[in-house]
């Protein structure tokens, strides 16, 4: 498989009120062609600002580049001048987000914003991209799309709206396509529906996607490879198997403990306690060592490296080395 996409020691900081809060810190992931590779944690993890450093939408200042490098085909998108990200955005990599009515253009119809990047990447004319339009229209499933085309985004229904902006991104045929948060904002059918027509269209047209949510039962349904982050840093990942199945990262276990189990039913959520590190000024090691249950002085003192579980799964943290007492995965993270 080829590597599409390598994220190498990404830091992003903001400067915020004097304090400088470190967003991401030192993430480094691949995404290889047509596959899905699940971002999973709290919200203030770093997710998404890991995600629109990609698309280098991180208004800077207040944001900027710390350090790293995101190699697109093996070119470097944090070096690139603005107009060329301008043609990448939309043609090569497209976004999806969680609140369509934020990212849709509320006084333009839908129809002109899919027409915006087939006229712009694909040198069609206004008729041809309308047409196009109508063609994707149909594709995510909006229904009587030669009469939708010519609407605006708020005579669309929620879910409708997601489809819209699913027929934008794809639009060009990117070969990355970012889903943040695509359905949280979505009722349960509707967003079986969003996740089938991502899947779907994944396998028509190849498109590799990083799916950035925080809630499990969509990883396991989507996913080929998982990276879980915590505190701006990832701390483990590994086949969506392994992540489920032989976690070995306590965050990790508090996570799947927290996942809601269809198959028992009046089984109290689990809840990791505490609350996720100030990242103005974050633990000088593990981030996750003021609600691990496991901690030890170590983990106060230095970040632990990487350990290789096997090729695809690797784990930062300090039970993994030698001399770390045994610890066994506790029976609520089991999946
Ligand atoms: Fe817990 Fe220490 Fe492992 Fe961090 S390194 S997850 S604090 S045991
Ligand atoms: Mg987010």
Redesign the pocket.
């Known amino acids: 498989m080829n590597k599409i996409l390598e994220v190498k020691d990404l830091s992003v900081s903001f400067d915020t009120y004097g304090a400088e809060v470190k967003a991401v810190r030192g993430v480094s992931f691949d995404l290889e062609e047509k596959e899905t590779l699940a971002i999973v944690g709290e919200?203030?993890s770093g997710?998404?600002?890991t995600?629109q450093s990609i698309m280098r939408l991180i208004q800077m200042p207040p944001g900027k580049f710390v350090n790293g490098s995101i190699l697109f085909n093996g070119e470097d998108l944090t070096e690139k001048p603005e107009k060329q990200m301008e043609n990448i955005r939309g043609k090569e990599i497209g976004m999806i987000f969680?609140d369509p009515m934020t990212s849709l253009n509320p006084t333009m119809t839908i129809g002109k914003q899919i027409a915006e990047g087939l006229i712009k990447h694909r040198n069609m004319s206004k008729k041809e991209a309308h047409l196009k339009g109508i063609e994707l229209l149909k594709l995510v499933g909006i229904p009587t799309p030669e009469v939708r085309i010519n609407q605006y985004p708020h005579e669309y229904s929620g879910g409708m709206r997601q489809r819209a902006m699913i027929a934008i991104a794809l639009a060009c045929n990117p070969k990355i396509l970012i889903a943040?948060?695509p359905t949280t904002a979505l009722d349960v059918t509707i967003q079986a529906q969003i996740l089938d027509l991502m899947r779907g269209l994944q396998e028509e047209t190849g498109t590799a996607i990083i799916l950035?949510t925080?809630d499990l039962g969509i990883v396991a349904n989507m996913a080929s490879r998982v990276a879980v982050m915590y505190g701006g840093k990832i701390v483990e990942t590994g086949t969506v198997d392994e992540i489920f199945y032989h976690p070995k990262h306590p965050y990790t276990w508090g996570l799947l403990g927290s996942m809601p189990k269809l198959d028992i039913e009046e089984e109290e959520l689990q809840v990791i306690p505490g609350s996720p590190p100030d990242l103005a000024d974050p633990p000088k090691g593990c981030p996750f060592v003021t609600r691990c249950p496991y901690a030890m002085s170590a983990c106060t003192k230095q970040m632990p490296a990487y350990t290789n579980i096997s090729d695809t799964q690797k784990t930062a943290c300090w039970l993994l080395d030698d001399r770390a007492p045994e610890v066994q995965i506790p029976e609520s993270a089991i999946v």
């Open positions: 919200s203030g997710k998404s600002v995600a969680q943040d948060e950035i925080h």
